[in-house]
């Protein structure tokens, strides 16, 4: 009975050593592929920053439409009153026989 206690202790623990040879591959191939990922990580955040740079001007882009309507809407304002001033300047040019000259 011990022979056969030996031989399951030593099939045990060399079963127990491949789980563990298996286990260590593993966990290496896990390490190597998070140094790749933070790796690519550290080349890719530059790139990520300024992207979000360059994208932080359509926020004052949606403001500038904004206030170009208002300008735009003021400018028709501004036309619409010159149209009247050179209406009434010719009306009174006319009036004052001048001939709109």
Do not use: F
């Not at 206030?67 to 050179?86: C, F, M, R, Y």
């Amino acid at each position: 009975m011990t022979t056969a206690v030996l031989v399951v202790w030593g099939v045990s623990l060399a079963l127990a050593l491949i789980l563990t040879l298996v286990a260590v591959v593993l966990l290496l191939r896990v390490i190597g592929t998070a140094r790749e990922i933070d790796a690519l990580a550290g080349r890719t955040l530059p790139a990520a920053k300024n992207i979000a740079a360059s994208t932080a001007a359509i926020k004052g882009l949606e403001a500038t439409k904004s206030v170009g309507g208002q300008i735009l809407s003021t400018a028709k304002s501004i036309d619409n009153a010159a149209g009247s001033i050179e209406r009434t300047l010719k009306t009174l040019a006319t009036a004052l026989g001048q001939g709109g000259r």
